[in-house]
């Protein structure tokens, strides 16, 4: 019978941790990723809430999505979630800006 030893990955780090080990630099008052004004969420949009892995997306109590997107990873999710409604304006932040992803 194969084993796999699993003990030389380390131990399990959750993506939480992971994601507070990068740094961000801000582009204050300039959002690079902007949500259109819209009455009610359509479904792609209000999956942000729950699929955007750095929790930038959350719903107001009029129940619209709201975004601060200061803790961005640039993963594109929002972008290919919301192609088809055009609910997200999206854009890579400004050179120097953004996330700063410290590996190992
Ligand atoms: S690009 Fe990724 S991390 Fe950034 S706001 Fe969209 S889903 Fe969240």
Not at 37 to 48: D, I, R, W
Not at 54 to 70: I, L
Request: contains cysteine.
């Amino acid at each position: 019978m194969n084993t796999v030893d699993v003990s030389a990955a380390g131990p399990a780090v959750k993506v939480e941790e992971r994601l507070f080990q990068n740094r961000y630099l801000v582009d204050a008052g300039r959002p690079h990723i902007k949500i259109r004004p819209h009455e009610a969420p359509s479904k792609a949009l209000l999956a942000l809430t729950h699929l955007c892995p750095a929790g930038c997306y959350s719903r107001n109590d009029k129940g619209q999505v709201e975004a601060v997107v200061d803790g961005c990873v640039e993963c594109g999710t929002c972008r290919v979630v919301t192609a088809k409604t055009g609910e997200v304006e999206w854009n890579y932040p400004r050179g120097g800006f953004g996330v700063l992803f410290k590996f190992g």
